[in-house]
């Protein structure tokens, strides 16, 4: 079972693909060579981010390269759009297909034998069910729930015991769906987004035990909670992917306070922070700009006191 032990920072490959932003093949080209280049070695990329285009340009960099882990995600198909969107799901620069969620054993199978001609790449290390059980999806279904355990888990497993991929998982953005599918699936990491970060702790009362008792590690994703963590509390600043809400501005407003307190940029706490867990295997970064990349990397390697973290468990700002 991979469980990252020599990754501790990896990139999303997201940012590739438009999120927010057109980025074209040559900016895309440009960021993943400055991560490769800052010793970025595992990368995370899904058919979903831009419908295609953040796996063709991935497997496209990393084609000449060894030394690289790789992980891509299951659960939807991809279909030609005769009239695609200019954007699609806030992806810029996305290719003109169409995406139909499918967690049953075919449809991954698909899934996998798509993803592998995307990249064009004859190894994938790791496959994470992506956004099931997500109400903001339309995956929070009996009957999607019903299609992995029913026979897509299976596929999972089929995959992995035939040395086609090393490990399986999780690509979710809820605790919730986390807590459900431990025990009843194989599992060796969870990639979570967003809900193990210096603003949100929601996954350490309940799921740390599970993941204790499943022996299943996380890979964190969000850590800037949308970018509310880097930005500040600034006018406009974003939460879970929409404007924040007055509670949460008022709490990143204290975590702020605190890291002034020791001179310390709060999006370098808010990069470190996840890592100082045990069930953390490698924390996942995002960007289409390199400069934004070189930063983050200084910033997650930055030496910071401990009576920060104190200062902030003091206020019960974090736990």
Not at 14 to 19: E, F, I, K, M, Y
Not at 251 to 277: D, F, G, K, W
Request: charged residues 20%; negative net charge.
């Amino acid at each position: 079972m991979m469980l990252l032990p020599d990754h501790k920072l990896s990139f999303g490959c997201a940012s590739v693909a438009g999120l927010f932003k057109p980025v074209n093949s040559q900016e895309a080209h440009d960021v993943l060579t400055t991560a490769w280049n800052a010793g970025i070695r595992y990368f995370d990329t899904a058919p979903h981010y831009g419908h295609g285009v953040s796996e063709r340009r991935l497997g496209d960099f990393l084609r000449d390269k060894s030394g690289w882990v790789i992980s891509t995600k299951v659960g939807r198909i991809l279909t030609p759009d005769l009239n695609p969107p200019n954007i699609a799901n806030g992806l810029h620069s996305a290719l003109p297909f169409k995406q139909e969620f499918d967690f049953s054993y075919d449809g991954i199978m698909r899934s996998v034998d798509d993803s592998f001609q995307r990249l064009g790449l004859n190894r994938i290390d790791i496959l994470y069910v992506h956004d099931i059980g997500d109400p903001g999806a339309g995956t929070d279904t009996p009957h999607h729930r019903a299609q992995l355990l029913d026979g897509g888990h299976r596929a999972l497993s089929d995959l992995k015991s035939q040395g086609v991929i090393s490990s399986v998982g999780l690509g979710v953005n809820t605790v919730e769906i986390c807590e459900g599918l431990l025990g009843q699936m194989e599992i060796d990491l969870i990639l979570l987004a967003g809900r193990y970060t210096l603003l949100e702790q929601t996954a350490e009362v309940r799921l740390f035990p599970l993941l204790e008792q499943h022996g299943v590690k996380l890979v964190i994703g969000g850590v800037f909670n949308s970018g509310i963590l880097a930005t500040g509390p600034v006018a406009g600043a974003h939460y879970n992917y929409a404007p924040a809400p007055q509670s949460i501005l008022d709490r990143t407003t204290q975590i702020e306070s605190v890291c002034a307190r020791h001179n310390v940029p709060m999006a370098a706490a808010a990069l470190q922070y996840p890592a100082q867990s045990p069930h953390v295997a490698s924390t996942l970064i995002g960007t289409s700009k390199s400069s934004s990349l070189l930063r983050n990397v200084t910033q997650f390697e930055m030496p910071l006191p401990t009576d920060l973290w104190a200062d902030l468990r003091r206020e019960n700002l974090i736990t």
